[in-house]
């Protein structure tokens, strides 16, 4: 019999045997499955259904044009000036990136519970790969909505990109990562206590009316803003529209302030996650 070491193997398991053993290396071992999970979200989110990717641009479209109607014309909320449909609609598109990391990542371990107990992966590969999926619709309403921007210009809307436009990558990594923290966090808390599941959707939707996606931040009485501006996404939402439409309070204060949230989130997302997946198999 011959003997073997540790030279032998592509991949060693071990105990984590401390709270800050990311193994992050790991997770780069198995991109090729995360390009397998982000394929597999993609795909079948909208496999047997009659408009199949179309639902990527009818939702952010039918979104915008209730939010016209409703917030828009029957409520009257002011929009800095810029056209309803554009003004919602970049509010939808960022948020919509948010949203689905947030929801899709929550649900990590009861969605792979039956995988997460066959076969040994990085688990982190799982919500890294929902981010990424998602990313990809982003890239899409993305574009849809840059097409309703050129169809304004040309109707000679008051409306331009500025500097502010340059973030949009910063942007979308702040978006990533709340999404990504808020959701690893509430996927380890679901899975001693399954009734956080059922606050999920009312969370989120609760959260997106105060964060100015339906209005401006400007339009907020002075004595009430801070509420908006303690919202690590208020800042996100507001460069956005202050690079690609022209009107928004971006500032490099707020980015940072929602930076180091993200960052303080992540990792105890990240160090939380990785605990409850030494023993989640057995509750969940």
């Not at 890294?128 to 998602?134: F, P, Q």
Request: charged residues 10%; proline residues 5%; glycine residues 8%.
């Amino acid at each position: 019999m011959t003997n073997t070491t540790d030279s032998d193997w592509d991949l060693i398991i071990t105990p984590r045997k401390k709270w800050y053993d990311l193994q992050l290396r790991d997770v780069w071992h198995y991109r090729d499955l995360i390009g397998m999970f982000v394929r597999r979200d993609f795909v079948s989110r909208y496999k047997q259904t009659i408009l199949g990717p179309l639902w990527f641009l009818i939702q952010p479209f039918l979104t915008s044009v209730v939010f016209v109607v409703v917030f828009g014309n029957i409520a009257g909320l002011p929009t800095d000036g810029l056209p309803q449909m554009l003004f919602y609609m970049s509010g939808n598109v960022l948020w919509n990136y948010f949203s689905g990391c947030l929801t899709g990542t929550s649900t990590t371990f009861t969605s792979n519970a039956h995988l997460f107990g066959k076969v040994y992966f990085p688990r982190l590969v799982t919500p890294i790969s929902i981010i990424i999926s998602n990313l990809i619709t982003f890239a899409i309403q993305f574009l849809f909505f840059l097409g309703f921007f050129i169809y304004f210009i040309l109707r000679g809307s008051d409306v331009h990109f500025t500097t502010w436009a340059l973030t949009l990558p910063l942007l979308i990594i702040l978006m990533a990562g709340l999404g990504l923290g808020f959701g690893i966090i509430i996927s380890s808390l679901t899975t001693k206590y399954r009734d956080l599941q059922q606050l999920i959707g009312f969370g989120v939707s609760l959260l997106m009316y105060v964060t100015p996606v339906i209005y401006p931040i400007s339009s907020i009485p002075e004595k009430w803003r801070w509420i908006a501006e303690v919202n690590p996404i208020t800042p996100v939402i507001e460069t956005f529209r202050a690079g690609f439409l022209g009107a928004g309070n971006a500032n490099w204060l707020g980015l940072g302030y929602s930076a180091g949230f993200m960052l303080v989130v992540l990792f105890i997302g990240v160090v939380i996650f990785n605990r409850v997946e030494k023993t989640f198999i057995d509750t969940v």
